[in-house]
């Protein structure tokens, strides 16, 4: 009824606040005609309809800005700034992304995809539109667990000191992807309680102005809320307490397998492609470890399911102290781990490749420089990983490959990361990092393999040149040689690194005396990667070398064989390289 004429804020001023209801309940309609048939972020979004509704009738986008952390809560604000086709039409689901944007809209200020960061950017902006002398109002929407990010608490404690007008709103729906941990979040469940009247304050303790909404739901509370702080002179705080999922009853009631997921039947909520799942081969090493080990404990950042601990398994390991989520927090974990492994712990820290990249100064300070025998599961990296620009992981080699006394290993099969990670957590001479990626397979074959002694392995022994395939790319290297000899009958050399934090240089050396060529493959980026390192060391020899990898680009939406074949990464374009040059 009042959708289909919202093309953009000014259209929603048109309307009553009393329509702001029925505006809202059209605005959840297409949000979820959109997730329950391409996927997405669910729960998030359907929490922040009405807030959404009644910031645009109240401020005055783009002129006052909105930052939105995580920005995977932006979809109700996409629908109603000229982009809800996106969201109605399944011809033009892909129009948009997944986060804020503004190569898409005026209304959107920054692409944001990890957490922790509105506070920062709003400032940010607060002080670019002082030094121009400008009056625009500038927001912060802030939620799902985002406030236990060390950088969202930085500039917090700097707004406390700021002057000028700023609008924090905290979006409470009292969850993170799973549930919220920390202090911060009791105190904050204490306000809710008590109707924003607890003395336990952290807002007020940083000198903030501070206001509370119990019903995030209320259109009308919400407008009431927004245009009492409108054009405010200093920071504040608006504290509002939402439902995440709200609209769907399973979405409401198991928030946390309704953060994000895959399309479903709108009608109970099972999936429209159900996945078979299977085991997975992390989770297995580290129930292994935890339930040999009493005095091993696995830490984790707010990603619990990425390690196999769901809901209803990671609760014995808590009750017993050898599980811990810290909450949006991987510095924190990080160093933790160091710590745990100093005095005499066995720490495991896994997470998402992404959200590994803010822990570089912990990894290189706090563990390495300590050479602390901790253990880090680094998930999903590379181009076989996320595919979203917010989300990629294309440089871990180049982050942490590089770091004296980290070992870091990369499987080629599901088996050498098994007996990996258990190298990982018997030794006590240095902190390792284990690359795992998401197209590992398994060989059927147990590797038995002694990771004390960091030597390639020698996957087909030939001649003239040498593949060395980086993790997952393995069995293509092994798909071209079989068609090398199948074509011309030349037998060349397949080598699987294993570590990438160094190179073989008694394997490198042997090979200069029956090849000529040696390629290179990773599914990272290029420069500075693993096969740059081989380049190096063959730099002043006859040895011809080929570096393939990812080109330096913030790629997003790819699919990983495609880009990969866009950078001579295939079987087919390698094996015609390898004969051309053979020739």
């Not at 076989?384 to 980290?406: E, K, R, V, W």
């Not at 040149?465 to 050399?493: C, H, R, S, W, Y």
Request: charged residues 25%; glycine residues 10%; negative net charge.
């Amino acid at each position: 009824m009042y959708l289909e004429n919202i093309n953009g804020p000014a259209d929603i001023k048109n309307l009553e606040v009393s329509q702001l209801r029925t505006l809202a309940d059209e605005t959840r309609a297409a949000l979820i005609n959109k997730i329950s048939k391409a996927g997405g972020h669910q729960g998030p979004n359907l929490g922040v309809v009405e807030l959404t509704v009644a910031f645009h009738y109240v401020f005055d986008s783009p002129k006052d800005k909105i930052v939105f952390d995580v920005s995977h809560q932006c979809y109700p604000h996409k629908i109603l700034t000229g982009r809800k086709e996106a969201f109605l039409d399944e011809e033009h689901f892909h129009d948009v992304t997944g986060y804020t944007n503004p190569n898409e809209s005026e209304h959107d200020m920054f692409i944001v995809g990890h957490t922790s960061t509105s506070v920062s950017l709003a400032l940010g902006l607060a002080k670019g539109r002082d030094l121009n002398k400008r009056s625009e109002n500038i927001i912060a929407l802030i939620g799902d667990g985002s406030l236990s990010g060390g950088e969202a608490l930085e500039a917090l404690d700097y707004a406390g000191e700021y002057d000028k007008n700023l609008i924090i709103i905290v979006n409470d729906n009292d969850q993170s992807i799973a549930e919220n941990h920390g202090g911060l979040y009791k105190t904050l469940k204490k306000l809710r309680e008590s109707n924003g009247t607890a003395e336990d304050n952290i807002f007020r303790a940083m000198g903030l102005d501070y206001r509370y909404l119990d019903d995030g739901h209320d259109t009308a509370k919400l407008v009431e809320l927004f245009e009492s702080v409108k054009d405010i002179g200093h920071p504040v705080v608006l504290h509002i307490h939402t439902i995440k999922g709200k609209g769907l009853p399973y979405a409401e009631k198991d928030r946390e397998s309704w953060h994000a997921g895959g399309p479903f039947h709108v009608e109970d909520g099972s999936p429209l492609y159900p996945d078979e799942g299977g085991e997975s081969v992390v989770f297995n090493c580290l129930k292994e470890l935890l339930d040999t080990n009493e005095n091993a404990i696995v830490l984790n950042a707010a990603t619990p399911m990425g390690l196999g601990f769901v809901q209803g398994v990671r609760e014995e390991y808590v009750d017993r102290g050898q599980f811990i989520d810290v909450g949006i927090a991987e510095e924190n974990a990080v160093a933790m781990a160091g710590g745990i492994a100093r005095n005499g712990g066995t720490a495991v820290f896994g997470t998402f490749a992404p959200f590994f990249q803010r822990t570089y100064d912990q990894m290189s300070h706090d563990v390495c420089l300590n050479d602390s025998p901790a253990t880090f599961l680094i998930l999903s990296p590379g181009a076989y990983g996320m595919n979203s620009n917010t989300h990629i992981a294309l440089c871990d080699i180049q982050m942490f490959a590089h770091i004296p006394n980290l070992i870091y290993l990369a499987p080629a099969s599901n088996e050498e990361f098994v007996q990996m990670f258990r190298y990982a957590t018997t030794q006590k001479q240095h902190p390792v990092a284990i690359r795992k990626v998401d197209n590992l397979r398994s060989t059927g074959i147990a590797d038995d393999t002694d990771y004390s002694v960091l030597k390639n392995k020698i996957e087909r022994k030939g001649s003239k040149a040498a593949i060395f395939a980086v993790g997952g790319l393995v069995p293509m290297a092994l798909e071209v040689a079989d068609k090398i000899k199948a074509q011309n009958g030349t037998e060349i050399t397949v080598i699987n690194p294993r570590f990438v934090s160094g190179v073989d240089e008694e394997l490198l050396n042997t090979l200069k005396a029956d090849h000529s060529l040696v390629i290179t493959i990773e599914d990272g980026e290029v420069m500075g990667g693993y096969g740059q390192n081989i380049a190096a060391f063959y730099g002043d020899s006859d040895m011809r070398v080929h570096c393939h990898g990812i080109s330096k680009a913030f790629h997003t939406e790819f699919k990983a064989d495609e880009l990969l074949d866009a950078h001579g990464i295939s079987a087919e374009k390698l094996t015609a390289e390898i004969i051309s040059v053979l020739k």
